[in-house]
């Protein structure tokens, strides 16, 4: 999308102002569309200090959220879409989101339906938004539909966030211990190796192997430094392609105490994205299309797969998922009494808030066991390193008490 600065007039006054469209043809369309005749049209050329560089999505997850929400109080209280988007753009935060917003507002104001404008802008809106707003407009319940989806982010993203809070506070207290013993080992300990060998005499056990150890870190420091960069290469470049992404995911979900929180997380996204899809009337081989994108596990997107290609033979839906390791029995027997008497989404919602009330469960168990280990792990570390420095200096000291 470009930016252009124009000079018209309408039936009152003269114009002047900044249009966002795809061209200047675009931009002249959208004008004359609003009663104004353009004078003149010029693009605003984007230089190194004007032009914004954007890393990921141009809107958090949590403002997206509320835009939402607004939105659909906005709808709900009588105000047009038109008008809605106009209001919206100038209260979002960050100056993408808010472009992203004026170019829809102009696409509206030329004609567009509100999904068509917001599929021009696939990093802001993904494709579960975009069919739940068209099949809004279909039935005539755009609120409805924002609600919806305002629902399922939110819960979404309070799931991630779970999960993600109980992984990372053991990988954090892990590198702490990792870096605490580095610098023991680097720093303090050669600063008893003089010592030591100026008393003589035969080491404990542990003395020595803290001692050989502390001489390869100090010699092959780099070495350790190398085989993480090693490890972090090889999952990037594995999670880059499909079979390498399902390798790391069968790992994931295989490992113990974590891989079952994984599981539950993925398996509470997939049917709540599948519950807001049929909620929402969008065909059922397309909403396992959109699913099969959204899960981020590989695994999981596999199955979904494959019962899609299931459907379009003619077969059942749980076909794939009955006996895979990855999918419990619950969920195939709830898909196939929501089939039978035709409260697919209702049930999908059931199973969803199922898992996430194991996934909140099995966090705070996982947080509440993690916490002592870590610190009993971290102590145990560091306490072995200065015991192995103490035991030598007892015998020191009970040589100079004997003199």
Do not use: C
Not at 156 to 180: D, F, W
Not at 186 to 207: A, H, I, N
Not at 271 to 295: A, C, H, K, N
Not at 373 to 400: D, E, K, N, R
Request: avoid cysteine.
């Amino acid at each position: 999308m470009a930016r252009f600065k124009y000079e018209g007039r309408d039936a009152r006054s003269i114009r002047t102002g900044v249009i966002t469209a795809g061209n200047k043809r675009e931009a002249a369309l959208k004008l004359k569309s609003q009663g104004i005749r353009v004078k003149n049209l010029q693009e605003i050329a984007e230089t190194a200090l004007t032009k914004e560089i954007h890393f990921g999505r141009p809107v958090k997850r949590t403002q997206f959220i509320m835009f939402l929400r607004q939105f659909s109080t906005l709808l709900r209280a009588g105000v047009t879409i038109v008008e809605s988007i106009r209001i919206l753009s100038l209260q979002v935060e960050g100056k993408q989101f808010q472009k992203i917003l004026i170019a829809i507002g102009d696409d509206l104001r030329g004609g567009g339906s509100l999904s068509a404008a917001l599929a021009k802008h696939p990093k802001a809106f993904e494709p579960l938004v975009i069919n739940m707003i068209e099949a809004g407009e279909m039935s005539g319940t755009v609120d409805d539909s924002l609600d919806r989806l305002a629902d399922h982010y939110e819960k979404a993203h309070r799931l991630k966030q779970k999960v993600l809070s109980a992984l990372s506070y053991p990988i954090v207290v892990g590198i702490v211990a990792i870096g605490v013993v580095i610098f023991l080992l680097t720093f303090v300990v050669p600063m008893f190796v003089d010592l030591f060998d100026s008393v003589g005499g035969e080491l404990p056990w542990l003395t020595k192997f803290v001692l050989q150890a502390s001489d390869f870190m100090v010699d092959y420091w780099y070495l350790f430094f190398l085989f993480v960069a090693a490890i972090v290469v090889t999952v990037m470049m594995m999670r880059s392609n499909r079979n390498g992404k399902f390798m790391l995911d069968t790992l994931l979900l295989r490992m113990p105490i974590f891989g079952d929180i994984v599981k539950k997380s993925s398996l509470a996204t997939l049917t709540r994205t599948l519950s807001s899809l049929f909620s929402s009337s969008v065909p059922i081989l397309q909403s396992l299309s959109m699913t099969e994108r959204i899960v981020e596990n590989e695994v999981v997107s596999r199955v979904v797969s494959k019962s899609r290609e299931s459907l379009q033979r003619g077969g059942s839906l749980t076909e794939p998922m009955l006996g895979h390791w990855a999918f419990p029995p619950l969920i195939p027997h709830m898909i196939a009494i929501g089939e039978q008497t035709g409260s697919l989404d209702t049930m999908l919602a059931k199973v969803a808030d199922f898992y996430e009330k194991e996934v909140d469960a099995a966090t705070d168990r996982l947080k509440a066991l993690i916490e002592p280990l870590m610190i009993v792990l971290l102590a145990g570390l560091v306490g072995t390193i200065v015991l192995s420095i103490l035991l030598p200096m007892f015998s020191i000291f009970t040589q100079i008490d004997n003199l």
